[in-house]
């Protein structure tokens, strides 16, 4: 069965590095998210992304983030320079379409900052 | 603005029913979902439920929606260990955005 890919399982960067997050959605796939989870606290939508544009985010996403999708199957988040608070899982979606009713989630990727 | 309210633990014994309760602020979701989160893992899909039905069965999962309330809740029945996870419910927002509940971690006790 097709499944969402994210690497690394784990990231450990010191604040003020930039670190890039991957993802490789299902295939055929349309439309692609960003999630992230703050350790014991509930997951937040980051940003929504279609026809290889940001089509909604969150005031989590401000100009330290960045999606991309560079090669028609990964897609990629960017923090520029990273703080403390960063710390966290981040967890990719996809979703056939719209008027689809399921993202399909990746396993997630802990990014912890030092 | 949104918000997506649970209780945060539920401790049930193998066997009997568990019931997780969710409260939502956004009328206009077309679709709630319940999602589990088994530890160091990602969010599965276990069910959802469309705006215009109130209640919906699939196996030992039942979902109840109370609209007037907008009050969400998932049945487990015959619970069991396999079952201890962390339950979030979800409603869209958005353009297909999931807002999330804090998440309900659901003890099962052998």
């Known amino acids: 069965e097709p499944e969402v890919t994210q690497t690394p399982s784990h990231q450990v960067t010191q604040m003020g590095q930039e670190v890039i997050l991957r993802c490789v959605p299902i295939?055929?796939?349309?439309?692609f998210y960003w999630y992230r989870q703050i350790l014991g606290q509930k997951v937040e939508f980051l940003v929504s992304?279609?026809?290889?544009?940001?089509?909604?985010k969150s005031e989590i996403f401000d100009d330290q983030f960045s999606v991309e999708r560079p090669d028609g199957s990964n897609f990629t988040l960017k923090i520029r320079s990273t703080k403390l608070e960063d710390s966290a899982m981040y967890f990719c979606?996809?979703?056939?379409?719209?008027?689809?009713?399921?993202?399909?989630f990746g396993p997630g990727t802990r990014l912890t900052v030092l | 603005g949104e918000d997506v309210e649970q209780s945060l633990f539920l401790s049930v014994r193998e066997g009997d029913s568990s019931v997780i309760n969710c409260t939502y602020t956004?009328?206009?979701?077309?679709?709630l979902y319940w999602y589990k989160q088994e530890p160091g893992a990602g969010l599965q899909l276990l069910t959802y439920i469309f705006s215009n039905m109130d209640m919906k069965q699939d196996q030992r999962l039942t979902v109840l929606l109370n609209k007037k309330d907008k009050h969400l809740s998932l049945r487990i029945a015959d619970t069991q260990t396999g079952d201890s996870a962390i339950y979030f419910c979800a409603e869209i927002v958005g353009a297909n955005n999931l807002f999330f509940g804090t998440g309900t971690r659901l003890t099962v006790i052998p």
């Open positions: 295939s055929n796939h349309l439309y």
């Open positions: 992304f279609y026809n290889n544009e940001i089509s909604e």
């Open positions: 979606a996809s979703c056939p379409g719209v008027a689809y009713n399921e993202q399909f």
């Open positions: 956004d009328s206009s979701s077309t679709y």
